[in-house]
């Protein structure tokens, strides 16, 4: 095995796959954002959740990251958050009796209303659901419309016979999330204007009865028609509210909650400001990079003002992150190291090679290869990546020296390796992985020899095969 020494960390875990031009498109997304967890292994580039779809791109996207989130996150959450509120229970406790008393009091039929009521012994939600939720752009582009349809069943029981009548209520409650700045300059995602509209109300009788109890359902139909609306207002709005805000700091504790293991470094995030987008809501973020003792050792919080949003690609979600914060990270994780390989021990047939290659150089310094010949690899820059027209490739200057035992203090002769590789990027479990492909020796430089001038590109299939074996392997 290759004796490694180390200057730096081990191996980076980041994902995403690349599409047009400088920019990364989503190549995963899943219905629903795990719960972010930090993950144990030093080699991982943890991220803040599962399958984010997550983008790299230039100098146009202004903050360092942006998650963003699609129409159907934002259904999702906001559904199981009226589930964790009890919103149906809410329903089936709407004092529809009341209502319809309190609409009519006053009024100038008070007295036929109380002489229908006195028939319905008892009105009550008997099933409630809330049908799948709508969320649609207004037509700002800045603001986004909630829409609860809600589906009921309500019965009732009336002296004149024992059937229990029973109506078919639907009916619709609407809100609005926006952004809102405070005298700070604060922004916060708020919901507001909740309501119910007569324009989404409709109300039936679900069987038919006798001419009488129809009649009577009927009467009871037309007091349900505005008192219905105010009470799904006054009930189940601030339930929709609270779940709202739930769903919220949600969302915000996603992108903070979870520090980035960058070997004794992390990467930490910080929410700025939401922003809506048409139908997306995009979560701002600042970051920064912080060392072992808690010192920032990067900061990213660039101005927001020039704001350039990153599109989701027709996927639920995103992560899209600016190209230097991921050469940042790929910094802390790959720093300049140093590997040693035992050449004829690991890689025998490399060996073979290097020594014909020597040979048309030098026959006297060919056969002062011994069994204990030396490879040095020596990283001189941590790698740079690359971004342009959809191919993402990973720039590194790399320092090769052969030594011809294991007991020579001075080198045979030192390339200097100008190199690039392709930038893979996939996802594994909740992990964003960066794999780095295929080396090549882009550029050869002899920089010092004690075998005399030679061209080194007569070493170049050398070179690319111990990169090829050696390096790569140990990065990744």
């Known amino acids: 095995m ?13 994902s995403a796959q690349l599409t047009g031009p400088s920019m990364l498109t989503p190549g995963c997304a899943m219905g629903h954002l795990p719960t972010p967890k930090k993950m144990a292994s030093p080699r991982t580039f943890t991220f803040l959740c599962g399958l984010l779809a997550a983008n790299l791109v230039g100098a146009t996207l202004s903050p360092p990251a942006v998650l963003s989130l699609g129409p159907e996150v934002i259904k999702q959450r906001l559904t199981q958050k009226l589930k964790d509120h009890d919103a149906i229970n809410t329903l089936r406790q709407l004092p529809l009796l009341s209502a319809m ?7 100038i039929f008070s ?33 986004l419309m909630i829409n609860v349809p809600l589906d009921m069943v309500a019965g009732f029981n009336t002296p004149l016979v024992k059937t229990i009548v029973e109506l078919h209520m639907e009916v619709e409650a609407q809100a609005i999330i926006h952004v809102e700045t405070s005298e700070r300059d604060h922004s916060r995602l708020v919901l507001s204007d909740c309501s119910s509209t007569h324009g989404r109300l409709r109300i039936s009788l679900l069987h038919k009865h006798s001419f009488l109890l129809n009649s009577l359902a009927d009467k009871v139909i037309s007091l349900l028609v505005p008192a219905l609306p105010k009470l799904v207002k006054s009930e189940l709005c601030p339930v929709i509210k609270a779940a709202f805000e739930d769903m919220r700091e949600d969302l915000l504790n996603l992108t903070m909650a979870v520090p980035v293991s960058l070997n004794s470094d992390h990467l930490e995030f910080d929410f700025m400001s939401p922003a809506i987008d048409h139908n997306v809501v995009h979560l701002i973020l600042g970051a920064k990079l912080v060392d072992s003792e808690g010192k920032v050792t990067k900061l990213f919080n660039d101005s927001v003002d020039s704001l350039n949003l990153p599109s989701l690609y027709h996927s639920p979600f995103s992560l899209t992150m600016r190209k230097d914060m991921v050469n940042a990270a790929v910094a802390a994780l790959l720093p300049p190291e140093e590997i040693i390989v035992l050449l004829d021990y690991v890689l025998p047939e490399t060996a073979r090679r290097l020594k014909s290659s020597i040979k048309v150089i030098s026959e006297k310094a060919a056969n002062q290869l011994g069994r204990t010949q030396i490879v040095k690899i020596l990283t001189q820059e941590t790698p740079e ?6 191919n993402a490739k990973v720039a590194q200057l790399i320092m090769l020296e052969v030594f ?16 690039t590789s392709e930038a893979q990027f ?8 960066l794999n780095f492909n295929k080396i090549s020796s882009d550029q050869i430089h002899l920089m010092n020899s004690a075998i005399g001038l030679f061209n080194p590109e007569l ?10 074996s050696v390096l790569l392997p140990n990065e990744n």
């Not at 990546?385 to 959809?390: C, M």
């Not at 299939?461 to 990169?467: G, H, R, V």
């Open 385 to 390: 990546l690359l971004v342009d027209q959809g």
């Open 426 to 433: 996939y996802s594994r479990g909740d992990l964003l992985m």
């Open 111 to 143: 007295s036929l209303v109380r002489s229908i009521l006195k028939h319905i012994i008892r009105l009550k939600v008997t099933s409630a659901s809330i049908l799948q939720l709508q969320v649609q752009p207004l037509h700002d582009g800045r603001e």
């Open 101 to 107: 008393k309190k609409e009519s009091a006053g009024g």
């Open 2 to 14: 290759p004796q490694v020494t180390r200057r730096g960390g081990p191996g980076l875990g980041l």
């Open 404 to 419: 011809a035992t294991s007991e020579a203090y001075r080198p045979f002769f030192t390339l200097g390796i100008e190199a």
């Open 459 to 468: 070493l170049k299939d050398f070179t690319t095969k111990i990169l090829a």
